[in-house]
């Protein structure tokens, strides 16, 4: 059973923010990709946020 969201009807899909002040929602698969991991270059410095074996994520400088 679906459940509608607030002001959506069931079937629907909600309307996001897109306003400036609203954060951008990415899905982690996207990010990480098959190899479960991506290199962000921030600054001067490389960082590696990884999908550990029991699923949480951590990013490592």
């Not at 990480?32 to 029991?54: A, C, F, M, N, P």
């Amino acid at each position: 059973m679906q459940i509608a969201d607030k002001g959506t009807r069931q079937g629907e899909t909600p309307q996001r923010d897109t306003s400036a002040s609203a954060p951008r929602e990415v899905d982690s698969s996207e990010l990480l990709g098959s190899s479960g991991q991506l290199v962000i270059h921030h600054e001067q410095r490389r960082y590696v946020l990884r999908r550990t074996k029991s699923g949480k994520l951590i990013l490592n400088a």
